[in-house]
């Protein structure tokens, strides 16, 4: 009876030590984030909608319309529904919906808006639509499966785009993927999940455990600081997906990614 006792203590640490081992790096990627708020204007005219850990954004297109960043994971895109009836726009008023990335907890709502673009970097392609999958730590675990997404519109690096009266510049940031994008709007510099804020007001590089490569994604960060400062571009608002955002000298903090 002993001796299956301590079997049974053994097996238990044994589970114990591997949960904490495997919680570890998620622990790590989120903790000491900035809170994100739901409904939190970033400027006029874009929104937050917060769906549980991660974020997508409403942008004001003009006269009823508008544009989403990203679409979360909830296939049904319940958050993001409510939130374009507040907007006074509907769904098939998205001109657009604009992936930073192609992992699933931003493009599964995204067939709902059957006349918006879906736009991703061309880079970006294959794992939108569900080809390929990530290179992560994580994405090795898994296999490719169709989305059932589509990319409608593939844009490539520095492009400027217009949706109704949003003008919107693309930006690549390779690193948490291979065709992680920016999209720059309203002053606004959505990133998914290439950055994130900390309480403390710094911005952080892409998580380790989702990411194909973190000291590539520094880099590609450091050179967007670069090239914002470089073209004058003004940036008031940085907006990651799962953090709240960072407001104040956006630029100066990409620049200091890991210095």
Same mark, same amino acid.
């Given at each position: 009876? /002993? ?19 495997? $919680? ?25 909608? /917060? ?12 006269? @009823?319309? $508008? ?18 009836? $507040? ?6 008023? =998205? ?12 493009? $599964? ?22 080809? =390929? ?11 490719? /499966? ?41 002053? =606004?510099?959505?990133? @998914? ?20 490569? =973190? ?45």
């Amino acid at each position: 009876m /002993k001796r299956g006792r301590r079997w049974l203590l053994r097996a238990s640490l044994a589970l114990l030590v591997v949960a904490l081992v495997v $919680a570890a790096p998620f622990v790590t990627a989120f903790r000491g984030l900035a809170p994100i708020v739901d409904g939190a204007e970033l400027a006029p005219g874009v929104r937050t909608v /917060k769906m549980s850990f991660v974020s997508a954004f409403v942008l004001d297109a003009g006269e @009823g319309r $508008a544009v989403l960043v990203d679409a979360g994971a909830d296939r049904a895109g319940t958050a993001l529904l409510a939130a374009l009836r $507040a907007a006074g726009s509907a769904p098939d008023a =998205v001109l657009a919906v604009l992936l930073t990335h192609g992992h699933g907890d931003h493009l $599964a709502a995204a067939p709902l808006f059957r006349n918006a673009a879906i736009v991703a970097l061309e880079a970006e392609r294959r794992l939108v639509e569900g080809t =390929v999958t990530s290179r992560s730590p994580m994405g090795r675990w898994s296999r490719a /499966k169709p989305t059932g997404v589509r990319v409608t519109r593939a844009v490539r690096d520095g492009e400027s785009l217009r949706f109704g009266s949003l003008d919107v510049r693309v930006f690549a940031l390779p690193g948490h993927t291979v065709g992680s994008a920016a999209y720059l709007a309203r002053g =606004v510099l959505f990133v @998914g999940d290439a950055a994130s804020a900390t309480e403390d007001r710094h911005v952080r590089g892409p998580a380790w455990v989702f990411s194909e490569s =973190v000291d590539r994604g520094a880099a590609s960060l450091r050179a967007l600081g670069a090239r914002l400062r470089r073209e004058g571009l003004p940036v008031t608002a940085l907006a990651p997906a799962h953090s709240g955002p960072l407001t104040g000298d956006v630029v100066g903090a990409l620049s200091a990614i890991g210095q």
